[in-house]
Nanobody, 118 residues
Framework: QVQLVESGGGLVQPGGSVRLSCAAS????????MGWYRQAPGKQRELVAT???????ESADSVKGRFTISRDSAKNTVSLEMRDASPTDTAVYYC????????????WGQGTQVTVSS
């Protein structure tokens, strides 16, 4: 089992910045991937950005150039720096962790709300 605890988020003005953080604990296997997904009202959950323990990054086209994902694999933490926020970024952001071993389950955090509004 892996437990994920998220922090950060809240109300952000358009064009502003906010940082999300997530800490993982429990049975942390390697290699693994850790990152962020989001779900806006009435929409499906979608990838924002993930980073593997060996440094490979995957991110949505809509956030490239604005959001930066970083990891501290030794501390099992991942952060998302969101810059130039847009109202279309409004969503619940979920931390995700998965060991990169066939058949391993993925784990989700409880979610943190980010609202971009003036």
């Amino acid at each position: 089992q892996v437990q994920l605890v998220e922090s950060g988020g809240g109300l952000v003005q358009p064009g502003g910045s906010v940082r999300l953080s997530c800490a993982a604990s429990g049975s942390i296997g390697t290699p693994n991937t850790m990152g962020w997904y989001r779900q806006a009202p009435g929409k499906q959950r979608e990838l924002v950005a993930t980073k593997t323990s060996i440094g490979d990054i995957e991110s949505a086209d809509s956030v490239k150039g604005r959001f930066t994902i970083s990891r501290d694999s030794a501390k099992n933490t991942v952060s998302l720096e969101m810059r130039d926020a847009s109202p279309t970024d409004t969503a619940v952001y979920y931390c995700h962790f998965k060991t990169l071993v066939s058949g391993s389950p993925g784990y989700w955090g409880q979610g943190t709300q980010v609202t971009v509004s003036s």
